[in-house]
């Protein structure tokens, strides 16, 4: 069974830092390329960033680019996403989801963890 | 980057409707065109991939349509869990835009 589960969300000062985690299982990790995707609250949905198998292609939305930085260890069957010179704005649900490989439709998805930016 | 447009914003109906959301996107995108289910509280969960292909698991009353600039999806005999959310994502070129949503109500 594929399985999704990410990590690190909390509260954050604007201006501050915070690192996020997601953990993968149930398939071949090292074959996909993976997604973070965010929520703000009560909003819609705003891909974030993509890596590609072997971190050969990586991809960003504007309002993240240069501040945001997406990783993988594939050892470790895991992706990441630094987070820095956060803003109110990046208040969100962060998902990670899976890129199924054909169109590049998100088919797996986690539960999310939340990241407040307040002061 | 790629707009996309969803009509209507939200829309009710009873228990065995059939329903049509549609989708428009701001420049051609071939047939690349996902819709998601999104229930409160949980997260997005893939329906049609490749505007009219049925993800595995996906019931047989939830079908997908169009290609270039306008898409569909159709829920025939709808069921109590598909009172929800509904979005359209356009996976032709990054960044990987969404529709605003349509919040399908009894």
């Known amino acids: 069974e594929v399985q999704l589960v990410e990590s690190g969300g909390g509260l954050v000062k604007p201006g501050g830092s915070l690192r996020l985690a997601c953990a993968a299982s149930?398939?071949?990790?090292?074959?996909?390329?993976m997604n973070w995707v965010r929520q703000a609250p009560g909003k819609g949905l705003e891909w974030v960033s993509s890596i590609s198998f072997s971190s050969t292609d990586i991809d960003y939305a504007d309002s993240v680019k240069g501040r945001f930085t997406i990783s993988r260890d594939d050892a470790k069957n895991s992706v990441y996403l630094q987070m820095s010179s956060l803003t109110v704005e990046d208040t969100a649900l962060y998902y990670c989801?899976?890129?199924?490989?054909?169109?590049?439709?998100?088919?797996?998805w986690g539960q999310g963890t939340l990241v407040t930016v307040s002061s | 980057d790629i707009q996309m447009t969803q009509s209507p914003s939200s829309l009710s109906a009873s228990v065995g409707d059939r329903v049509t959301i549609t989708c428009r996107a701001s420049?051609?995108?071939?047939?690349?065109l996902n819709w998601f289910r999104q229930k409160p509280g949980k997260a997005p969960k893939l329906l049609i991939y490749a505007a009219s292909n049925l993800q595995s698991g996906v019931p047989s009353r939830f079908s997908g349509g169009g290609s270039g600039t306008d898409f569909t999806l159709t829920i025939s005999n709808l069921q109590p869990e598909d009172f929800a959310m509904y979005y359209c994502q356009q996976s032709y070129s990054s960044p990987y835009t969404f529709g605003q949503g349509t919040r399908l109500e009894i």
């Open positions: 149930g398939f071949t990790f090292s074959r996909y390329t």
């Open positions: 420049q051609r995108i071939s047939s690349y």
């Open positions: 989801a899976r890129d199924s490989g054909s169109y590049t439709d998100f088919d797996f």
